[in-house]
């Protein structure tokens, strides 16, 4: 069994999904999730929930796959009015529970960055992420004096194409893309 360290807060805190409505008369819950997988949340222990500004931590008793929902039974939740209390309540993990990723990036590292093309042109900052589903796109904040009058840039994040270099430290962003589009 692994050791698992206690947090009263989460480092970091990153949302990885939501509780849902009850589920039966004995405390179960749904979770909606935002990882890839959806059975992957529950790989992050320990769960955090914001309640009256206070961190919360949140231990799971039990989960499964109840027709195309996933349900949850949490400890200390044995009815469907404590569950209830719980519905709509993001699920938070510290950032330091998240694994090291080898020529992969997280959202969260990749806000803030600044983007310039591979001719210097300086795109802005991003700001938001967004799935296509054929790959992720990189919402850029443009800055306020941009020559070509863009307040906002999509672009898509396909590495190698149009994404030539990821410096975090820097937090900078190399890509290929014509400043005017």
């Given at each position: 069994?692994?050791e698992?360290?206690?947090?009263?807060?989460?480092?970091?805190?990153?949302?990885?999904?939501?509780?849902?409505?009850?589920?039966?008369i004995?405390?179960?819950?749904?979770?909606?999730?935002?990882?890839?997988?959806?059975?992957?949340?529950?790989e992050?222990?320990?769960w955090?929930?914001?309640?009256?500004?206070?961190?919360?931590?949140?231990?799971?008793?039990?989960?499964?796959h109840?027709?195309?929902?996933?349900?949850?039974?949490?400890?200390?939740?044995?009815?469907?009015?404590?569950?209830?209390?719980?519905?709509?309540?993001?699920?938070?993990?510290?950032?330091?529970?998240?694994p090291?990723l080898?020529?992969e990036?997280?959202?969260?590292?990749?806000?803030?960055?600044?983007?310039?093309?591979?001719?210097?042109?300086?795109l802005?900052?991003?700001?938001d992420?967004m799935?296509?589903?054929?790959?992720?796109?990189?919402?850029?904040?443009a800055?306020?004096?941009?020559?070509?009058?863009v307040?906002?840039?999509?672009?898509?994040?396909?590495d190698?194409?149009?994404?030539?270099?990821?410096?975090?430290?820097?937090?900078?962003?190399?890509?290929?893309?014509?400043?005017?589009?």
């Amino acid at each position: 069994m692994s050791e698992q360290k206690t947090f009263k807060e989460p480092v970091e805190p990153i949302v990885m999904g939501k509780l849902g409505s009850p589920y039966g008369i004995r405390g179960w819950l749904r979770v909606f999730s935002s990882t890839e997988h959806a059975e992957n949340i529950f790989e992050y222990q320990p769960w955090f929930i914001q309640r009256h500004g206070q961190w919360e931590s949140i231990e799971i008793e039990t989960w499964k796959h109840h027709n195309q929902d996933i349900i949850v039974k949490l400890k200390g939740i044995d009815d469907r009015d404590a569950a209830n209390i719980l519905t709509n309540f993001e699920i938070v993990v510290s950032a330091t529970q998240l694994p090291d990723l080898d020529g992969e990036y997280y959202w969260k590292d990749l806000m803030g960055c600044q983007v310039e093309t591979d001719k210097g042109y300086d795109l802005g900052v991003v700001n938001d992420m967004m799935e296509t589903g054929s790959n992720d796109v990189m919402v850029i904040k443009a800055n306020l004096k941009d020559a070509f009058g863009v307040r906002e840039r999509l672009v898509p994040f396909l590495d190698g194409q149009v994404i030539k270099k990821v410096d975090l430290s820097a937090k900078k962003i190399i890509v290929d893309w014509d400043p005017g589009f």
